[in-house]
């Protein structure tokens, strides 16, 4: 992974900007969007955009500002960039940014618009009452596994939230009511590979996949593979899972024919 993708409020904060033309401008719209406070190159801030068309004003400013610790982003100059600027699908309060690492911003770009066509308005609306509905959730299914199978169950495909689709303002209080889609159930499940390529998992396989609590696997399964389950899933090497593999759900990885 060359970079860490990170989101940061830059609400009433100081972002320098540096550039008079195009592209300089398109990157202020940008930060006005996200409320921040465009200055200039004396200014104390964290950050800085360099959107400089003449290269050697542009890499002199660059060192200036790398000088005084900032961090910056060089438009079109993606070698000295310390972060980089994604393609953005703003379903607020949901945030998807498309990064290249400065390889190709018109490919960044061809992905928002494919993803622009496949997410629903009402998305952001889908979050927010998620949010407001917390202490209703929490009351609804108390035990934190449970929880998050039941959130899982309804966001999955064809599920009452299913975020791919345009839901109604009420979904979620009738979900929390009562019209849950029923989790995938506890216990143990078996998963046997037919190759180590992860996109050759069926769906409802790359599901339990990431929704298991704990993950029994032999030695030679592909670490792209376990990098499917949850980050927090335990993962436990061994040549076979024991008969009583714990609460919740446990899946069980091995090779067919094997």
Known sequence: MHSLPIFVRLRDRPLIVLGDGEAAAAKRRIAERAGAQICGEETQAALAIVAIDDAVEAIAAIARLKARGILVNAVDRSEYCDFTLPAIVDRDPVLIAIGTGGASAGLAKA????????????????????????????????????????????????????????????????????????????????????????????????????????????????????????????????????????????????????
Request: charged share 30%; aromatic share 4%; net charge neutral.
């Open 111 to 258: 992905l928002r618009q494919r993803l622009e066509s496949l997410l629903p308005a009402s998305l952001g609306q889908l979050a927010t009452a998620l949010y407001v509905a917390r202490g209703a959730i929490r009351a609804r299914w108390p035990g934190a596994s449970e929880r998050r199978r039941a959130i899982d169950a309804a966001l999955d495909l064809g599920g009452l939230l299913d975020p791919l689709r345009e839901t109604e303002r009420s979904a979620v209080d009738r979900w929390v009511q009562g019209e849950a889609a029923a989790p995938e159930a506890f216990g143990l499940h078996r998963l046997l590979l037919r190759s180590a390529d992860p996109d050759d998992l069926t769906l409802r396989e790359a599901r339990l996949l990431a929704g298991a609590d704990r993950i029994f696997h032999r030695a030679d399964v592909p670490a792209p593979i376990l990098a499917r389950a949850r980050a927090d899933a335990t993962r436990i090497g061994c040549d076979a899972a024991p008969g009583e593999p714990g609460e919740g759900a446990s899946i069980d990885i091995g090779w067919a024919g094997r």
